[in-house]
């Protein structure tokens, strides 16, 4: 294990608490409110989103078993802003990162909804592209869940041109409308995003902090016995 590396499970240590809150609520009909993991670097947010995304892919929802959660990851500061187009970042968030992580036969569905010739081309995909998806996945009895690493970086994609300022508001509407599912996550700066009129302009009100601190010193003492050369 190297420290860019999500922890294998017998080093995973003292996170179970905020786990099972996160399974739990994003399996119940308060998923509507999306929660952000915030703080220090290093302190274990992006393996909580990556072990968050493996418990609960799959999973039935627990007022309707017909509907299941899918999961995918948007680790926004793994896309290149500088000199892209709004284009360049949907076909990343779409293509590379929703569609062709898909199975054949869900992939297969979405290109039947554009018809004969499928998803549109890279140059062509859009917001609206991202919105349809969604609509596809609802309709064959998918939830999409996406967690949204280093969300704070939305601040640059406004800046760059890659989003407009109905991109935040369209990630709580697909939350409260129950289509999709959310998790954002950040440094401290991540926790002032709700407050900036300038970037969000109060669309991000149905949101809930989740502070992630450094883990109990029974859980680091058993981190030092699994990893002695630590």
């Given at each position: 294990w190297t420290i860019s590396h999500t922890p294998e499970e017998h080093i995973f240590k003292g996170r179970e608490k905020e786990l099972n809150t996160l399974v739990n609520h994003y399996l119940s009909k308060d998923r509507s409110l999306t929660y952000i993991l915030y703080g220090l670097t290093r302190t274990g947010k992006s393996s909580?989103?990556?072990?968050?995304?493996?418990?609960?892919?799959?999973?039935?929802?627990?007022?309707?078993?017909?509907?299941?959660?899918?999961?995918?990851?948007?680790?926004?500061?793994?896309?290149?802003?500088k000199n892209s187009t709004s284009a360049q970042f949907w076909t990343w968030a779409i293509e590379t990162n929703i569609y062709n992580v898909l199975t054949d036969k869900l992939a297969a569905k979405i290109d039947?909804?554009?018809?004969?010739?499928?998803?549109?081309?890279?140059?062509?995909?859009?917001?609206?592209?991202?919105?349809?998806?969604?609509?596809?996945?609802?309709?064959?009895?998918?939830?999409?869940?996406?967690?949204?690493d280093e969300f704070s970086f939305v601040r640059l994609m406004l800046k760059e041109g890659l989003i407009d300022a109905t991109f935040v508001s369209t990630l709580r509407n697909l939350a409260l409308t129950g289509k999709a599912s959310f998790v954002y996550s950040g440094?401290?700066?991540?926790?002032?995003?709700?407050?900036?009129?300038e970037y969000i302009a109060g669309q991000m009100n149905n949101t809930l902090p989740m502070p992630i601190n450094q883990i109990d010193e029974q859980f680091a003492n058993e981190l030092i016995e699994a990893c002695p050369r630590l």
């Open positions: 909580i989103l990556d072990y968050l995304r493996n418990r609960i892919n799959g999973k039935p929802l627990m007022e309707d078993s017909t509907k299941k959660i899918l999961a995918f990851k948007w680790y926004l500061n793994e896309f290149p802003y039947a909804s554009y018809g004969e010739e499928g998803l549109p081309p890279a140059e062509k995909l859009s917001q609206l592209d991202f919105i349809k998806i969604v609509d596809v996945l609802n309709d064959n009895n998918f939830v999409p869940f996406i967690t949204i440094t401290y700066d991540i926790k002032e995003l709700p407050k900036e009129k």
